[in-house]
């Protein structure tokens, strides 16, 4: 962001004022010319103008993946039970109770009456049975979902207003997943036509507070207030998504007043947004999610098998400092997967610190050193020298790469770095044919299961692609899996980070702030454990 | 003439078909598909087997399981039907997204085409008239530093300065209508639509004049050295009849080799000046189908800008032969 800089640089300001008096004579004229016909209405205030980065795919829920189309649907469309924003403890939203069989196998939902889709037509067991059916379809292009439902044996209704999931296992977030299932409407997608490309998933009629109204393709999507929810109407009655690629576009709207919340990157944070305009025009929120970066040491690789290697990779790398120099300190230093303000986490284990003298002698004891005298660590007449794969598109990894190659350097490491484009990134990454990388991970839900991550079994083809298998974290995640106290949960939660501690698979970076600015035209803006949430905003008067 | 254009159609058709082969196998080939980019990180590597399973038949779905060669058959046979198939992103046909993206891509286009055309033409030809002097050498050093400005740096700051507000307000910050144009008459949606253009049509004709000017200077030069301009000079004729009508026209036989590219140009977007500007056109269309694998826009986008450049190659050689009567087309092959 050069680029700023420049512009506050003093001999550009004397240079553009001249500009500015001529520029500014014909802007008047401009004005005078649109401002005469009265075609500049003022600005509703109860709009809301969020931020899209990306358009989303498609707004059925079933088939949507990315995070454009979930932000949107997540005002639309309802599911069976909800999150407390604060507590994240699980709340009725379609359904008003439940019942857990005594094996907890067994999940009966008793659904509200009188809930309606925002086009009149009754909502019913029907609807959650047919979603069922649809997500499970191999017809459907849902593998994303289909994942989270596979121990699932059946769903089926009781009466006009209850369903139950029969579960194959019990598992502690079998509530969580079935009780979060995106529900369609079966009247409207039941019409024989392909349910992939049925046209409602650019019409989509949900049951939530907010209702569909337009989608302009590339420009913006719009909701207004649903008529029909049963529930508090939100004081904000429209909500425009404006379709923005550039992120430094977006951040120009931003403080235009185009747009009226945006996630800032860090630069903006520190760098951009502390005139006293800008604070007089928006709140700037930082809050922490579940999302962590790390470093993946691949232990199919010689030097990384070794537990001492990885150790002194991490004792190598001054996080400290990395921070500073990447992110501005917006950040802290993680020891585990978990939510670091969740009950999961571990406060007790201490980050390692950086320290290189400890780091050599671990590595001198795994036998690495430099017998040959040429400056690299050797074993057995093999160097140290290993490649550093990123997907191209991150600039922190990119810039992370440059600072532990020279800190590995100092230490007789030699490390390349090696770019790729995202799919062939991902490729890489899923044939586990790389040394280390880095990327992050987010656990949007907060469900701190670390089995998709951790557990050896998901090793091959699956999201444990650095291979970590240790006997006893095996035991503790399948353990933790069945045990439904949450308390006796978290003892394992912790003895298992405490392995994780020990054995450093990943050096763990940082868990990441989101960094939020909203404009103070909206009053009773707060920030939830689960984040921002605009339905309880109020629009501030004006005069 | 009639036999000329059978033989060049058909040449036309077998490179199309070649076109079309090299690029559904190269997508093919190359590393990732739609399904997996679809689920990413977290979603592709999700418990293992299982979600392998569900993959797969996500795959089946689109076809992705078949061969290349099985693959682009199925492709042809829809095509020669006209049929571009739905896109994967959306489940939509495709020849609809590419309807919505394609008009402003269009006007956007044929306005900074003309643009350029109107200034560099006159320029090079100024520059070749007075070959060596002030203005031949300010204009050209001139134009290439115009052409060697990064256009994601230009249009970044013409945001910041001209449509930010902090420093001016005179253009919107992007998108081509404003919101309160859907319900405002048509001369106001007009001049809104203008509005928004400007800074676009600013940053995607400022690098351009470089080119053509000094390809029309080159070209000027060379015609001016023959010796019927010394003719035309000798038998006393008036300077501007001179360079206008013997000169110029004489020197448009290069010029329309340019004719070729000019077809495929008016489709192509540009992925920077559209995102800068928010502009939903066809250069993020196909950038964005690149990116996730969409394999049947990928396609339609590919086979229509052949057979646009592929159109634009012939009209350019049905050209020479109006301007110089000289080349025989039949000769040509």
Known sequence: MTMTRLFNHANYMTELKIHIRLLSAISGLLFFFTGCSGIFPPKDPYTLNMYLGAEPDTLNPIIATDASSHAINLRIYETLVDRDYDTLDVIPMLAERWEIS????????????????????????????????????????????????????????????????????????????????????????????????????????GTGPYRFEQWDTGKKIVLVRNGLYRGKKPVIRKVVYKIIFDPSAAFQMLKKGD??????????WERQTNSERFHKNFYKLKYYLSTYSYIGWNEARGFFADRRVRLAMTLLLNRKDILDKLLFGLGKIVVGPFYIFGKSYDHDIKPWPYDPAKAEALLEKAGWADHDGDGVLDKDGKKFSFTFTISSGSRFAERLGSIMKENLSKAGIRMDINKFEWAVFLQKIQGRNFDATSLGWSDPDFQDDPYQIWHSSQIKGGSNFIGFSNREADRIIERARLEFNEKKRIRMYHRFQEILHYEQPYTFLFTTPALVAVSRRFTNVKVHTRGLNFLEWQVKKTE | MKKYLAKRALLMILTLFLITLLSYTIIRIAPGDYTTLKLGMQGALKTGSISSEAIEQERKLYGLDKPIIVGYADWLAKFVRLDFGRSRKDG???????????????????????????ISIPMGIVSAVKKDKAFDRVSGVFLFILYSLPHFWIGLIL??????????????????????AAHAGSIPRLLDFCWHLVLPVITLTYGEFAFLARYTRAT?????????????RAKGLAEKKVIFVHAFRNSLIPLITLMATLLPGLLGGTVIVE????????????????????????????????ILTLLGILVADIMYSLVDPRIRLEAKI
């Open chain 2, 220 to 232: 000027m030069l060379e015609v001016i050295n023959q010796q019927y301009i010394m003719t035309a």
């Open chain 2, 92 to 118: 939509r046909p495709v020849l609809t997204r590419i309807g919505e993206a394609l008009p402003i891509t269009l006007i956007l286009n044929a306005i900074s085409m003309i643009i350029i055309y109107i």
């Open chain 2, 275 to 306: 995102s800068i500007f928010s502009i939903p056109g066809m250069g993020l269309l196909a950038y964005e189908s690149i990116l996730s694998r969409d394999i049947p826009v990928i396609m339609a986008i590919t086979t229509i800008s052949a």
């Open chain 2, 159 to 180: 945001l910041l300065y001209m449509s930010s507000g902090e420093y001016l307000n005179l253009f919107p910050l992007g998108g081509i209508h404003s919101d309160w």
């Open chain 1, 102 to 205: 005594h094996d907890k196998l067994r999940f009966r939902f008793f659904l509200k009456k009188g809930v309606y889709w925002s086009d009149g037509v009754e909502f019913t067991a029907d609807d959650v049975v047919y979603s069922y059916n649809k997500i499970m379809d191999p017809k459907v292009a849902s593998a994303q979902l289909k994942v989270y439902y596979i121990d699932i044996k059946s769903c089926r209704k009781i009466n006009k207003y209850t369903v139950e999931f029969l579960y194959a296992r019990p598992y502690y977030l079998a509530l969580i997943f079935c009780g979060g299932m995106p529900i369609v409407p079966k009247h409207i997608f039941d019409d024989g036509t392909n349910f992939n490309a049925q046209k409602n998933g650019r019409f989509p009629i």
């Open chain 1, 259 to 268: 747009i009226d919340v945006m996630g800032l990157r860090e630069i903006e």
